[in-house]
């Protein structure tokens, strides 16, 4: 039906009349709801009197027990004085049906009507209450034993007037339930209204008319059918006491029916009228619309297709009708802007809006299109070009001198490329150059113009900067054969630029992929390694000068379940860029910790296990895993006793100490305040300073094996050992040789005072259970 215009008439005529409908229905229902709100409002105001006057009656007549309990007449409750004294008084009070003063144990002989004997009302809860907790208290609706109706009482404990403290009895008020029924009448409620009057047990004592039949409403403060047909709007108010138990509830239902009826009427008459003036103005709008519109419109549809489609659209003849005229015109000026607006899109979806040259996607469709229209034998060589460090410019200098620079590496690129097919900014800091009929030497030549332009100073912001690039270079068909082949290979040669040591250019090759990609795989062993049990730790023994074993050091080693041994110096690199040293340093610690008590045992309390350190761990050190590290280094234990000397000591390089910040300082600190001993490893190959040994306060100074190596070959070696040694000395700080290989080396490095000796003249790096049965044999002479 909507596919045609005449079925879409009668949809649209639906939607607009619809609306008129849902107006009208809210209007009755917005009606109804102010009359049944209006009735509810006087629910509550009769509830509302009732509650007040209740209280008012609460009032009062504790007003009224005060007075009487201070007088001196019913301070004996037995007494014919009291007896007098009440009788005398009762009938002066209209709106209290009978008054009393029973005794403390709730006997009640002093009464305003005549008992025919004293009447029991000891289980009389108010009574008790007022009584044991010497205050006003107030009953729920119960029979009045005196008089056998239903009332509300009241009572006041009677103090004596020879000792305040003392209770000789109480002050009780009845008030019967006769005001309730007149406070009823006198309201002007709607017929079939209903009220009950519930005692504290919830049981109707009272209703109106005086025999309503007590309908439990299901639900209060809106409209619902009562059990007798009539629809009515109950609400209910609780009076409660001291407890926040209720003694009275006026329950109120007002009855409804007439008064919605009257607006079900009126309404119905409103509907009916307007459903007589919808259908015949629906008549009217279809002779207009199919006589004015269809057939005019038809023409423009026909029109619009062809727009659509992108078709070429003749001058139209007039359709009769001025405003389809003009939208025919308009179709027509729509078709020709359509064509320029494509036009300007596609320049600028490949254009960079920052520096003007094209972008990622420009240089992607231009690529793809020179590779379609190659052959094998044609080159094409592309450059890609990343800024060093160009985050440092944006952090310090603003976003906006940024911008400035990436403008200015545009406009050299154009100058130093002039024959480049396409330059393009990828984003951020990254360019790329499409060259064609060019060789690698070509490719270097140019790649190293470009890289000597950016480094020229330039000025951005009133300020002069100096920026360097990586380069990458990558050939077709050599380096790969599609889009995405030539864009990997020549990000890896950037990469292996920036790698290099920074401004710099490099030719993808082969061998570079395969490293990065034996790189990567060997990233991802590492995640599972730990879990997987592959590493284990070995350990090489450190000779002190009288030939006893006095420390180890643990080294690491990862067996890989298909590529065999794995040496630290081949995995240890690519464990810090990634990340994972840290986790794989907690792991060296821990299984040292827990080799150093069986070492103790064979070997003495003293013995200590090194453990190297790695940069990141170290400047983690103030961080989570700084306080993990700190934990693992703590004092170790075995056979629940406390070691004076902590058992492991603490390796890093010279290379950390001599770029080192505060925060490595901090962490330094930290160790020495645990009782931590620190090593400084490799000394020597630096070139550092011995002040950085005075201000860290070094334990022990391992002299690199590259020297120890070359005693007895080269004087300068020799030189440098002895001075080294003989200035460690006088700053109070221990030696280690590492790399002993000959007997001549150890007996010139205890000739120099060297403390202790490392390398495989004693033994290699020997497993735990090898480490448990060492023997040291060989002889040294001091």
Known sequence: MLKTLKGRLYFLSILIVVPFYFFIYLSFDYSRTMVENELLKSALIVSNQAVENHKRLMTSTERFLVLLAAFPQVQKPHSETCQRFISEIAPLYERYVNIGIPDTAGMLTCNG?????PLDLSDRLYIRDAVMQDRFTSSGVHTDRTLGISTVNFAYPVHSLTDPKEIVGAAVAAISLDWWSVLLNSNELPENTVSYLLDNYGNPVASYPEKAMFDIPKRFNMVIRSHDGVHRVFVQHQIKGWDGQPLLTFMTGIAVDEPLSTIDKRYTLIATSFSMLVVLILILLRLFFLNSISRPLNRLTDLAMKLGQNKYIHAALPTGVKEMDDLQDSFLDMAERKTQAEKKIVRQAQTDSLTGISNRDAFNQKLSERLIAQSASDQIAIILLGLDNFKEVND?????????????????????????????????????????????????????????????????????????????????????????????????????????????????????????????ELIQDLRQAIVNQEFHLLYQPIINQHGDVTKFEALIRWQHPDKGLIPPDHFIQFAEESGQIVEIGHWVIQEAKRALAPIR????????????????????????????????????????????????????????????????????????????????????????SLAYIMNYDIDYLKIDREFVQKLGEESTSETLCEAIISMAHALGVAVIAEGVETQQQADLLLGYGCDYLQGYYFSRPIPLDQVLVYQQDKILSV
């Open 113 to 117: 009507t005549s008992l025919a004997s």
């Open 396 to 520: 310090t200098r603003g976003h906006e001198t940024g911008d400035e620079v990436l403008k200015t590496i545009a406009s050299r690129l154009i100058a130093c490329a002039p024959s480049a097919k396409i330059i393009s900014r990828l984003g951020g800091d990254e360019f790329m150059l499409l060259l064609e009929d060019c060789n690698e030497e070509e490719m270097v030549a140019l790649s190293e113009q470009i890289r000597q332009s950016i480094k020229e100073p330039l000025m951005a912001s009133h300020c002069e900067i100096v920026v360097t690039a990586s380069i990458g270079i990558a050939l077709y068909p050599e380096d790969g054969m599609t889009v995405r082949e030539l864009m990997v290979a020549v990000d890896q040669a950037m990469y292996f630029a920036k790698q290099s040591g920074r401004d710099a250019a490099r030719r993808f090759s082969w061998e570079l992929k395969e490293a990065l990609t034996k790189k990567i």
């Open 601 to 688: 045992e064979v070997y003495g309390e003293e013995i200590q296990i090194s453990v190297n350190v790695s940069p990141i761990q170290l400047s983690k050190q103030q961080g989570e895993d700084g306080r993990l590290l700190a934990e693992l280094l703590s004092k170790t234990t075995g056979n629940g006793k406390i070691h004076s000397q902590n058992g492991l000591v603490v390796e890093i390089t010279e290379h950390l100490l001599m770029n080192s910040d505060e925060s490595t300082r901090r962490a330094l600190l930290a160790f020495r305040e645990e009782g931590i001993q620190v090593a400084l490893d490799d000394f020597g190959t630096g070139y550092s």
